[in-house]
């Protein structure tokens, strides 16, 4: 998809986007100080150019890059407000933060490895210009263990999105049809009456080459649906 003529920026973000926010929040530990409940942090995971792509403003230190992968020291971008929490009076970059009951990628499970904060960014009122900012926290979808089971995929084009979106499905469908259906197979038949599912159970079948597959899928789903 980044690759694609007009598309300037794109990025994967398994923890919410603006307007369409996770309210996945975790207690962090700063020394020996844990903040949780209403000081808790809302967790976001996200590809590097996340920021980039949603017009985020990096206050200080650098965002997610892609030197931030598994295996490489563990990483957190803090908002403005969760930095004036968790570190009053001092600057947050290069500090270290722990995730209460994070599993972290490559790290031995129920071992809550130091994060060490590298960037500061600008808060986004992520339910509307009327809500108050809460701190939230960036961290690289590469380093974690445990994702959500959805992603959003956000993109920043140069001119009409909707002028996009034929091309922006080719590609999708292009690199990852085969990926999809052993998950879309499965909520098909934990959701058997649903229609929409198993419609895209059977285009996936149809794009990635079975046929005959999605055929079958078809008449299953007349048989169940009459």
Do not use: C
């Amino acid at each position: 998809v980044q690759a694609l003529p007009g598309i300037e920026s794109a990025a994967l973000s398994a923890g919410g986007v603006p307007l369409l926010p996770s309210f996945a929040t975790a207690d962090i530990r700063v020394g020996d100080r844990l903040f949780e409940l209403a000081d808790a942090v809302m967790l976001k995971q996200f590809t590097p150019d996340y920021l980039q792509t949603v017009g985020g403003t990096l206050l200080s230190g650098r965002s997610i890059d892609p030197s931030d992968r598994a295996g490489a020291p563990l990483v957190i971008v803090l908002n403005d407000e969760a930095a004036r929490r968790y570190f009053p009076r001092q600057d947050p970059i290069g500090a270290q933060v722990r995730i209460e009951g994070a599993t972290d990628r490559g790290r031995s499970p129920g071992v809550e490895t130091p994060r060490t904060v590298v960037g500061v960014v600008r808060g986004m009122r992520v339910l509307g210009p009327e809500t108050e900012l809460g701190p939230e926290g960036y961290v690289p979808l590469e380093q974690v263990e445990e994702v959500a089971i959805w992603a959003s995929l956000v993109i920043h084009t140069a001119g009409d999105p909707h002028d996009f979106i034929p091309a922006i499905k080719t590609a999708i469908w292009s690199a990852v049809p085969d990926a999809l259906i052993p998950e879309l197979e499965s909520l098909v038949a934990d959701h058997p009456a649903r229609e929409r599912l198993r419609g895209q159970s059977m285009l996936a079948l149809y794009r990635s080459g079975r046929q005959t597959d999605a055929l079958e899928s078809y008449r299953d789903a007349r048989s169940t649906l009459e």
